[in-house]
């Protein structure tokens, strides 16, 4: 029972963090290597609002989701923005170093406020709160995690396809070009898809430290499962990353019990990642995506688009 409340929680925080990595892809087609670090920063939040309040951490999540948000914003509109249309392979690379620039003052913040507070900010950690239910006992992040990735993805496919934000949204993803001839302000739309993307990251940043030690490097050793997930679910497919993830999540959490019950090391975890993006490329390149929806392009970047 407790894997699989275990593998639950796991897959709901790797399911916002890799929705939010698939989103910046399909809007302005940039493999952002910065994305897990809005995960960190969210973290970071969480344990800041901890030190400063002396309240539970998982009361941080709509700071930690702004904050996050935020960071994506200014990586959108200082970075990508005036790189767009420079090419793929270009805003690839300008993600990479944002990854350093981001992570280098990760490492500045953590040594200030360890400097300031006396708190531990590498390798910490936050101790969950139990609940009874009935004559089970379990972790609050076992109901809070599900239900917080449960909410925000509601809310985003509402966003998607009930509101006319969401129609410029998907308009853009579509054609760029054309939604601005059309009058759609692409610069604001893509803004407000980074901004979402990097919230979703921010608030899936607050569960982490409750059930692994966070550093400011942390985001280098989470990237690679969220591109996992991504390209499993098919590069541009929000639903297929979102199943995706869900695998995954459970996939790793038995592996990693399964490895310790025989004495191995769970420093192979990372290889579980590297192993399905290669299989993924080699075997299915369009991904899960590709098994169920195909069109004469390619996959179809809102598979949840309704006819």
Known sequence: MNLLLEAVSYSSVLALASVGLSLCLITT?????????????????????????????????????????????????????????????????????????????????ADHVQSSLGIFTRGFVFRDVSVTLGETRL???????????????????????????????????????LAETLGVDVKRTLALSWFISGALAGAAGVFLPLRFSLSPDSGVFMLLTLFAAVTLGGLGSLTGTLVASCLIGFTETLLVYGLSGLGISTALRPLFAFSVIISTLLLQPRGMAGLWRTEHRGVHPWPWRRR
């Open 29 to 109: 087609r940039v493999s952002n290597f910065a994305h897990a670090d809005y995960v960190v920063i969210g973290a970071y939040t969480a344990l800041l609002f901890k030190a400063l309040s002396g309240l539970n951490p998982y009361l941080s999540l709509p700071l930690a989701a702004f904050t996050g948000g935020a960071a994506a914003l200014l990586s959108y509109l200082l970075v990508f923005e005036p790189l767009r249309g420079h090419g793929a392979v270009t805003l690839m690379i300008a993600s990479m170093a944002l990854d350093l620039v981001i992570r280098a003052a990760l490492q500045l913040f």
């Open 139 to 177: 972790d609050l992040l076992a109901l809070v995690a599900p239900l917080t990735s449960l909410s925000l993805l509601v809310l985003l496919y509402i966003l998607l396809f009930k509101t006319r934000t969401g129609v410029r949204m998907r308009a853009v993803a579509e054609n760029a070009e």
